[in-house]
């Protein structure tokens, strides 16, 4: 169960987008379509922003999006706001009923 | 109002045990299975351990199998996690959270986190 690759940090402006990258294997990003993205704002608890590779929970701004090729994930955010400023996990099924996160990525909003 | 509250955290030596709680409000507790999820000072998130719905399956992470145990009381819309043999590096805040998918699915995506608790493990 090794963490998926993120990179540590990525930034924008406000009104451009940013895409975060989550990189796995075969055994768990690869070889199934359960990949979610969590927000997590400084001493808050994470909040789940897209599941599924794609799908977007009620209330979740259509600015964020998900997608999946091969063994990497990504997150887009078009049209930075401030808000946006936050720590951005990914995790995945990895298979026999465990899960696994990636490192974290901070986005900073210039 | 949608609440999970986890206690329990605290001091505790190297070797010694803990058990956490996570009491669940404004779901239909028993219908979906619950999650505890990790996060040490400064890191990044660590998934730890799944209950099913009907608390008859439980599955671990590697970094714990053989010394937390994972059980929920449905009657009482409670889940726990007993840890033992604790070390240094279980330091950290500890979460309950609830999974996304209904009966006796998975989906491994975490839709409602608790607060957490933090368990700090030192001599």
């Known amino acids: 169960q090794s963490a998926l690759t993120q990179p540590r940090s990525v930034s924008g402006s406000p009104g451009q987008s940013v895409t975060i990258s989550c990189t796995g294997t075969?055994?768990?990003?690869?070889?199934?379509?359960?990949v979610s993205w969590y927000q997590q704002h400084p001493g808050k608890a994470p909040k789940l922003m897209i599941y599924?590779?794609?799908t977007r929970p009620s209330g979740v701004p259509d600015r964020f999006s998900g997608s999946k090729s091969g063994n990497t994930a990504s997150l887009t955010i078009s049209g930075l706001q401030a808000e946006d400023e936050a720590d951005y996990y990914c995790?995945?099924?990895?298979?026999?009923?465990?899960?696994?996160f990636g490192g974290g990525t901070k986005l900073t909003v210039l | 109002q949608v609440q999970l509250v986890e206690s329990g955290g605290g001091v505790v030596q190297p070797g010694r045990s803990l058990r956490l709680s996570c009491a669940a409000s404004?779901?239909?507790?028993?219908?979906?299975?619950m999650h505890w999820v990790r996060q040490a000072p400064g890191k990044g998130l660590e998934w730890v351990a799944v209950?099913?719905?009907?608390?008859?399956?439980?599955y671990y992470g590697d970094s714990v199998k053989g010394r937390f145990t994972i059980s929920r009381d449905n009657s009482k819309n409670t889940l726990s996690l007993q840890m033992n043999s604790l070390r240094a590096e279980d330091t950290a805040v500890y979460y309950c959270?609830?999974?996304?998918?209904?009966?006796?699915?998975?989906?491994?995506?975490?839709?409602?986190w608790g607060q957490g608790t933090m368990v700090s493990v030192s001599s």
């Open positions: 995790c995945s099924y990895a298979g026999s009923y465990t899960s696994v």
């Open positions: 959270a609830k999974d996304r998918a209904s009966g006796s699915y998975y989906a491994f995506a975490f839709d409602i």
């Open positions: 075969s055994s768990d990003v690869g070889g199934y379509n359960y």
């Open positions: 209950i099913s719905s009907d608390g008859r399956n439980k």
């Open positions: 599924d590779v794609s």
């Open positions: 404004g779901i239909t507790f028993n219908n979906y299975a």
